[in-house]
């Protein structure tokens, strides 16, 4: 079955730089949310989008943006980054019409600021 | 505001030995969801089971079993026969308010590892 896709799997950026991760959920899945997890740590919620709109938005930097296309997929556009942005950020999705969805995770993007 | 407590940092168990997980979660929600990952050592995040709030029936799938007790706010995970495969990080989370694409709130995890 088809998982849930993310681009890049690592990446490598300097301070003050920017950086995009993109994301493409499971086909039919409306919904998508970011996740940034440091080390030892666990996943803290960022932000999601349903149909295209902003849902939820929980502990993201200004500095970040995010939004989601009419193809459903996700861009994470991460700017003027800093150290403790190295992380790895995960995507997921889920289908609407579920209350508390199950929510599927991509493999994550490992970013690394140096 | 939601919260999620694994007391438990790091277990440590040999092959073939059953091992609970335990999760505590608060919430003011009467609708909510509570859910657990495994997250092994090459770091995607999979998921293992939803429960509802008006649910608590335990369930088993295989060697995992999940006890729900609403009256303790727990919802613990057990592993019957660990094998080594199961080493990994588990990790608890609780989605509160019932919306269709409500966030997950993760406890801090758990990390097993079973010794051969």
């Known amino acids: ?114 | 505001a939601q919260k999620v407590t694994q007391a438990q940092t790091e277990i440590s168990v040999v092959e073939k030995e059953d091992v609970t997980l335990d999760c505590v979660y608060e919430t003011r929600d009467t609708t909510y969801y509570l859910f657990w990952y495994k997250q092994p050592p090459s770091g995607e995040l999979v998921f293992l089971i939803r429960r509802n709030s008006f649910d608590e029936q335990n369930e088993i799938s295989g060697r995992y079993s999940w006890n729900f007790q609403k009256s303790t706010s727990s919802f613990n995970f057990t592993i019957t026969a660990s094998q080594v495969v199961d080493s990994a990080v588990y990790f608890c989370a609780l989605n509160a308010g019932g919306t269709s694409y409500g966030k997950l709130t993760f406890g801090q995890g758990t990390i097993l590892t079973v010794h051969p």
């Not at chain 1, 493409?24 to 349903?50: A, C, E, K, M, N």
């Open chain 1, 1 to 114: 079955a088809a998982g849930v896709i993310q681009s890049p799997r690592h990446l490598i950026k300097e301070k003050r730089e920017t950086a995009t991760l993109k994301c493409y959920p499971i086909p039919r899945h409306d919904t998508v949310y970011w996740y940034q997890q440091g080390p030892g740590q666990d996943p803290q919620f960022l932000i999601s989008f349903y149909e295209k709109m902003q849902s939820d938005k929980g502990s993201i930097p200004d500095r970040f943006s995010a939004q989601q296309f009419s193809d459903y997929h996700s861009e994470l556009n991460m700017s003027s980054l800093e150290l403790g942005d190295s992380a790895l950020y995960f995507c997921a999705s889920s289908l609407a019409g579920q209350a508390g969805p199950e929510q599927y995770f991509g493999p994550g993007t490992r970013l690394t600021v140096t």
